[in-house]
């Protein structure tokens, strides 16, 4: 069974950084393209960052929002997908979410609450 837990969330202020961790289980990260998203209230999910992965490699792909702020990168040891958030503004405040798809079926984590404020 797939799951997918996020952490790192909290309160940072402006140009601050945060970094929040997604722990797999039932799926090997190394083989898995895995994705961050992230809510508020009232709006459509919205695509953060992916980390696709292929048997000899891996590359990363950002939204223009998070681009040269946000950086995903991935722990074999620990099966686990981080996000590395710099220079945050309040308008990345959001419940953050992990995905993955396997075989059409989307597996979501139950998000993380990042606050930008001062």
């Known amino acids: 069974q797939v799951q997918l837990v996020e952490s790192g969330g909290g309160l940072v202020q402006p140009g601050g950084s945060l970094r929040l961790g997604c722990a797999a289980s039932?799926?090997?990260?190394?083989?898995?393209?895995m994705g961050w998203y992230r809510q508020t209230p009232g709006a459509e999910r919205e695509w953060v960052a992916t980390v696709k992965s292929s048997s000899t490699t891996y590359y990363t792909e950002y939204a223009d929002s998070v681009k040269g702020r946000f950086t995903v990168s991935r722990d074999y040891a620990k099966n686990t997908v981080y996000l590395q958030m710099n220079n945050l503004e309040p308008e990345d405040t959001a419940v953050y979410y992990c995905?993955?798809?396997?075989?059409?079926?989307?597996?979501w984590g139950k998000g993380t609450l990042v606050t930008v404020s001062s």
């Open positions: 995905n993955t798809r396997i075989y059409g079926t989307d597996y």
């Open positions: 039932g799926i090997m990260i190394r083989f898995t393209n």
